[in-house]
C-alpha cells in the first residue's frame, strides 16, 4: 500500500499562506489521481482538493479560489497552496493516492494547520 508523509503545517495568521507538501512512497506515482482531506476536531475529514487525471482540479467551495494542488511526478511529490487562510481552516491536512475517486493509500500522520491571530 502506498505510504504517504505530510509536511509544511504551522501556525498562521488568518490572511496568510502555507504550503503543504506530501511524498509518495510509490513507483507508479504517476498514473493516481490524487487529493488532500482536512479533519477538524469533532468533524468528519473532508476532501479539500482533487487532482484527477484530463480534468480540471476540483474543490469545494469552501476553499475554491483559495487552495491550489499540483504534483511533481518526477518526485513523488503533491502540493497544496492555501492562501487567504481562516480560522476555520484550521486542521489536520492529509493528502491520499485515489482509486476510483477514493483514498487508497496508508493515511499518513498528517500535518496541522492552525490559523489564528
Known amino acids: 500500500q502506498v505510504q504517504l508523509v505530510e509536511s509544511g503545517g504551522g501556525l498562521v495568521q488568518p490572511g496568510g499562506s502555507l504550503r503543504l507538501s506530501c511524498e509518495a512512497s510509490?513507483?507508479?506515482?504517476?498514473?493516481?489521481?490524487l487529493g488532500w482531506y482536512r479533519q477538524a476536531p469533532g468533524k468528519q475529514r473532508e476532501l479539500v482538493a482533487g487532482l484527477r487525471s484530463r480534468s480540471m482540479p476540483n474543490y469545494p467551495d469552501s476553499v475554491k479560489g483559495r487552495f491550489t494542488i499540483s504534483r511533481d511526478n518526477a518526485k513523488n511529490m503533491v502540493y497544496l497552496q492555501m492562501n487567504s487562510l481562516k480560522p476555520e481552516d484550521t486542521a489536520v491536512y492529509y493528502c491520499?493516492?485515489?482509486?476510483?475517486?477514493?483514498?487508497?493509500?496508508?493515511w499518513g500522520q498528517g500535518t496541522q494547520v492552525t490559523v489564528s491571530s
Open positions: 491520499n493516492v485515489l482509486i476510483n475517486g477514493r483514498p487508497r493509500g496508508s
Open positions: 510509490t513507483s507508479i506515482f504517476s498514473i493516481y489521481d
